[in-house]
C-alpha cells in the first residue's frame, strides 16, 4: 500500500452471524481482523449473536426471528444485512453466504463442490433432482452464485490455497478475483513451564499427573473425535484426553466413548472463550480432522510450542504448508485409529523429535501474525474501496 492509501480511514461492515470467540475458527478470524483494524479504521459489525467488546467498534444486532430451519435464517441473514449495509459504507465484507460485500471470505468448501464433485452420468442427474426438490439446496446454491459473481469488481479471500481447485472446478469464473488470505496467531508465547502447566490443568479441572492430549474442535465427529477415543485406548495409561468444544456436541460421541472403555480418562471441557490454559495444559495437540479448510486450532497450538498430529493435506489445509517431520506429524489416513495412536505415542515418548517438533512449531507461527495478515486484509479493503469511487 501506498503512503496515502494507508492513511485512508475507511468505514466497513463486518457480516458474521455469530460474532463470538466460542463460535468456531471463522468466528475467530473474522474478530481477529476486527480487533486489528479497528484502531485505523471505522468498524462496525452485524450480527445475530455477538459476546465480544472491543475499543471502537459499533455492534447491530440482527433479530433472528427463526432459528429452523437454517437455510430461512441464512436468507433472512442476507436480505437484513443487504438492507442495512446499502448505503454508508465504503466497504461490506461478509463472512456469510449473501450475494452482497465487496469482499467475500471463504471459509468452508463451496456447497455446490461438495454436491457434485464427482458424480457424473446418471447419479449427476439423480443429484439435480435432488436439488431441484429441495429449497434448502436451491437457496444455498443461489446465495453462493451470487456471492462469486465478480462484476462489481469484489474480492474473494480464500482461508486456505486448499480452497482454490475447489473453487476453480465449481466457480471458473470467479478464480481471478480470489485471494488467499490465512489466518493467523495474536501472540507465540512458546511452550509452558511446568508451573504454567501445573496452574492451567488445576484451573480446568485436569489430572496435574499424567500425559494431556488436546483435541479442540466445535464438531467433534467432522474434527475426528471418534478415531482418537479408539487411539486412546492404546496408549500407556498415563495418558488422558482433554476436549475442548461444544458441548451439546458430547452426546453424538456417547456410543464411541463406551466402546472405547476410555471413559475415565476423558475429559470434557466445553467450550472456552479463550483456549489459551487448554494449550497451556496440553503436551500435545491431536487433531485427526476429516476436512479444514485450514484449522486455526492448529496454527494455536504451535504458537504454543505444542507437538502436534494432525490430518494431511487432503484433509486439513493448513497441513499443505506444514512439513512431516518437521513442524508436525501428518496423517495419511485421520480414520485409521492405530496410526493415529501410533503418532500419538511417538511425539509423547521420543524426546528428541519433541523438542524439534516444538522448535519448528514456534518458527512457524511466527511467520503467521495477524499482524501482517491484517495488513493485508486491509490492502483487499483499500483496493476494492477505490473500485467504487
Not at 467488546?53 to 437454517?70: C, E, F
Not at 459473481?149 to 474480492?155: K, L, Q
Not at 475442548?244 to 476423558?266: F, P
Request: charged share 20%; net charge positive.
Amino acid at each position: 500500500m501506498s503512503e496515502s492509501t494507508s492513511d485512508t480511514r475507511l468505514r466497513i461492515a463486518v457480516l458474521n452471524r455469530i460474532f463470538t470467540s466460542t463460535g468456531g475458527g471463522a468466528e475467530r478470524y473474522s474478530i481477529a481482523l476486527v480487533e486489528q483494524l479497528a484502531q485505523r479504521h471505522e468498524i462496525h459489525v452485524f450480527a445475530q449473536a455477538i459476546n465480544h467488546q472491543w475499543p471502537g467498534v459499533h455492534y447491530h444486532r440482527i433479530a433472528q426471528p427463526l432459528t429452523r430451519p437454517r437455510w430461512v435464517n441464512q436468507l433472512w441473514f442476507a436480505a437484513a444485512t443487504w438492507w442495512k449495509t446499502r448505503q454508508g459504507f465504503d466497504v461490506v465484507h461478509s463472512h456469510e453466504n449473501t450475494w452482497h460485500g465487496q469482499v467475500q471470505t471463504v471459509h468452508v468448501v463451496p456447497v455446490r463442490y461438495n454436491l457434485l464433485h464427482g458424480v457424473e452420468g446418471w447419479r449427476q442427474a439423480l443429484r439435480w433432482l435432488k436439488i431441484v426438490t429441495s429449497p434448502r439446496l436451491l437457496t444455498y446454491l443461489a446465495l453462493e452464485r451470487w456471492r462469486y459473481a465478480t462484476g462489481d469488481g469484489r474480492c474473494i479471500a480464500l482461508a486456505s490455497s486448499s480452497l482454490l481447485p475447489m473453487m476453480a472446478e465449481s466457480f471458473p469464473g470467479a478464480v481471478s478475483a480470489c485471494e488467499v488470505v490465512t489466518p493467523g496467531v495474536s501472540a507465540v508465547p512458546g511452550p509452558a513451564s511446568p508451573d504454567v502447566r501445573a496452574a492451567a490443568r488445576t484451573q480446568l479441572g485436569l489430572p496435574l499427573d499424567g500425559r494431556c492430549i488436546l483435541f479442540v474442535g466445535n464438531d467433534f465427529r467432522k474434527k475426528g473425535l471418534p478415531a482418537l477415543l479408539q487411539a486412546l485406548a492404546q496408549l500407556p495409561a498415563d495418558c488422558y484426553l482433554a476436549v475442548v468444544g461444544n458441548a451439546a456436541q458430547q452426546a453424538l460421541v456417547q456410543d464411541e466413548l463406551r466402546a472405547s472403555g476410555q471413559v475415565g480418562r476423558v475429559f470434557f471441557l466445553g467450550a472456552l472463550s479463550s483456549v489459551d490454559a487448554a494449550y497451556q495444559a496440553a503436551d500435545c495437540l491431536a487433531h485427526p480432522t476429516l476436512e479444514d479448510t485450514f484449522a486455526m486450532v492448529v496454527l494455536e497450538a504451535l504458537a504454543h510450542g505444542l507437538p502436534v498430529v494432525v490430518s494431511s493435506a487432503r484433509y486439513c489445509g493448513i497441513a499443505a504448508l506444514l512439513h512431516d517431520g518437521e513442524d508436525a506429524l501428518l496423517l495419511s489416513n485421520p480414520q485409521d485409529h492405530h496410526a493415529v495412536a501410533g503418532a500419538i505415542r511417538r511425539v509423547l515418548e521420543d524426546g528428541e523429535l519433541r523438542k524439534r517438533l516444538g522448535g519448528q512449531s514456534v518458527e512457524f507461527a511466527r511467520q503467521h501474525r495477524w499482524e501482517a495478515i491484517a495488513l493485508q486484509q486491509e490492502a483487499i479493503y483499500h483496493r476494492v474501496a477505490k473500485r467504487r469511487q
